[in-house]
């Protein structure tokens, strides 16, 4: 897996200091290494592998730095914008590397605490007075994620440009529902697009078409992050090409990476100056995802701890079947998706929300 050097050095190490633990003891082959005591063999074991993970993440941190210098195209803010990126992967990296067995335990699921769902005809009313509506929304940033591609709708673009009634796309009627809050409210709420490299360009032509409207759009890219070798853990790019979205080297890393590339991209900064406090993040093709102004009024005027996330949930179906269910793992809210699902339990994933 790793190079001969590094991993030739590693193991010399700790055969020396198993060797002096060891001393000239060779009886017991069950006790462990060279007469070593059961506790002592599996530390030793438990130390290769922190080495090999510390091999494994300079490594790539030293490839990163070379994809960089090998780069001379790049200007000083990309080159920055870069290593921002690659921190967010080094980081993933190391994640990874101490991970073992199942991200989730199945026996270790819990049912929801009491009071983690609230019913929504539970929250407070908004106020009627336009004049306060206008203050709560002025308050408000709208994220739509528009990194994917329209392939499985047969569109070669990007998934929000696809006509969806009355020859207007996913994305004429997000801007248009933010248009009419506006307008109707007299206050300004902007649309932010987090794009992926594959829409990004892209998307930059099409919302020049908005630029009349009565919305102040935003957009920024996502991060992009080279893929890694499975056998080597090192990346399979030789260079960064910024100007190639075809690229197989490198790919999107998905919407989890929402918040590290909004606030890498300047505008979280940007929002917070401008008196923003709370962003409504949701998909650019799920129009169903509004701005509801009864959820908005009760996050903006809670009492006692203020809640830092909010998600809006559903109960599901027998079709939902690739949707996430809330669980309560390890005194934490977490989401399940079907993924981490064992095989013998997809038909227990198909839980009711409450």
């Known amino acids: 897996v790793y190079p001969k050097y590094s991993a030739v050095m590693s193991i010399q190490d700790l055969v020396v200091q198993l060797q002096g633990q060891a001393g000239d003891n060779d009886s017991d082959e069950d006790s462990g290494f060279a007469g070593q005591p059961m506790a002592a063999r599996m530390d030793s074991v438990r130390q290769f592998k922190m080495l090999g993970q510390t091999d ?71 106020p009627e007075d336009p004049a306060a509506v206008k203050v709560l929304l002025d308050k408000l940033v709208v994220l739509k994620l528009n990194g ?80 890694i070798n499975k056998e080597s853990l090192l990346p399979v790019a030789t260079h960064i090409d910024l100007e190639n979205t075809e690229s197989d080297w490198w790919y999107p890393p998905g919407h989890g990476d929402v918040y590290a590339a909004f606030a890498n991209c300047g505008l979280l900064e940007t929002f ?21 102004l009864r959820i908005l009024s009760s996050l903006l005027n809670q ?32 989401l399940l998706e079907i993924a981490q699902v064992p095989a013998d339990f997809v038909s227990h994933q198909l839980c009711r929300v409450p």
């Open 148 to 227: 994917g591609l329209g392939t499985s709708m047969g569109c070669t673009g990007p998934k929000s440009v696809i006509s969806v009634r009355s020859g207007l796309t996913f994305l004429d009627l997000t801007v248009k529902q933010i248009e009419w809050l506006n307008q109707q409210y007299g206050c300004n709420v902007p649309l932010v697009l987090m794009n992926s490299f594959n829409t990004h360009e892209d998307t930059l032509k099409i919302v020049r078409k908005y630029q009349h409207c009565g919305v102040k759009i935003h957009t920024f890219s996502q991060s992009r992050y080279p893929r």
């Open 272 to 292: 917070i100056n401008e008196g923003k406090e709370l962003v409504f993040i949701s998909n650019v093709d799920n129009l169903g995802a509004t701005v509801d």
């Open 303 to 334: 009492t006692g701890k203020p809640s830092q996330f909010v998600m809006e949930v559903t109960d599901k179906t027998r079709a939902d079947v690739k949707g996430g269910t809330l669980i309560n793992y390890q005194g934490k809210l977490r």
């Open 56 to 126: 494994a993440e300079v490594l790539l941190r030293s490839e990163l730095t070379k994809l960089l210098e090998n780069s001379k195209e790049l200007t000083e803010q990309q080159s920055l914008e870069v290593r921002k990126e690659f921190q967010g992967l080094v980081d993933l990296f190391r994640r990874y590397l101490k991970r073992s067995g199942p991200s989730i335990e199945w026996a270790k699921i819990e049912p929801l605490c009491e009071g983690t769902v609230h019913r929504y005809e539970t929250l407070s009313k908004p």
